[in-house]
């Protein structure tokens, strides 16, 4: 992600705490130019704490947009101007696309195509953040039921799009893919 390298797109995984925002903050300080795309709304006082320790978080000179719906078009505007673009958080535009969509699982499924569809055209290196919700606690609704299998299928479009994807597990992480050379 510095300056002269190779773009790539990684996704960042884990659970709830898992360590995997300050994982892949420390993955964008390689780059020069950085955005943050941060898709969440400040509408309660968890949220709002949370938002305002990310923003501390960060080092001063990277350039936030928030983007809690048009997270494909935001991620293109920024392609040119940023050599790299740290999306946190997929978990929260998924849940904000199913809000917007009715919980029409077609269209949200179709958004996530879209946000593959641009992460393959992006020249820039892109860093998602998102939770694995998979390995949880079964949901006690069928709204939380429909929400853990969207994001795993919204997860399972961008690691399909992404040259690299690292689980954070107790803030080590692990390596679930990774480019063929890397291999070598």
């Not at 399909?160 to 679930?176: F, M, Q, T």
Request: net charge neutral; with cysteine.
């Amino acid at each position: 992600m510095s300056h002269g390298s190779a773009r790539k797109v990684i996704l960042v995984l884990g659970g709830v705490r898992s360590g995997k925002s300050r994982y892949a903050q420390d993955l964008a300080l390689r780059g020069r130019r950085v955005a943050v795309i941060a898709t969440a709304e400040a509408c309660d006082d968890d949220m709002r704490q949370r938002i305002a320790r990310h923003r501390c978080e960060r080092p001063a000179n990277w350039t936030t947009f928030e983007s809690p719906l048009a997270l494909e078009e935001t991620l293109l505007e920024c392609d040119t101007r940023f050599d790299t673009v740290l999306v946190d958080c997929l978990t929260v535009w998924t849940s904000n696309i199913m809000q917007a969509e009715a919980g029409d699982e077609a269209r949200v499924l179709a958004r996530a195509n879209r946000l593959a569809e641009a992460l393959r055209r992006i020249s820039a290196s892109v860093i998602l953040v998102s939770n694995e919700v998979g390995s949880g606690v079964h949901p006690e609704t069928s709204l939380g039921i429909a929400f853990r299998d969207l994001l795993g299928f919204v997860n399972q479009r961008v690691a399909a799009a992404s040259d690299e994807v690292v689980l954070l597990v107790a803030g080590c992480p692990l390596v679930i893919k990774q480019p063929a050379e890397a291999l070598a």
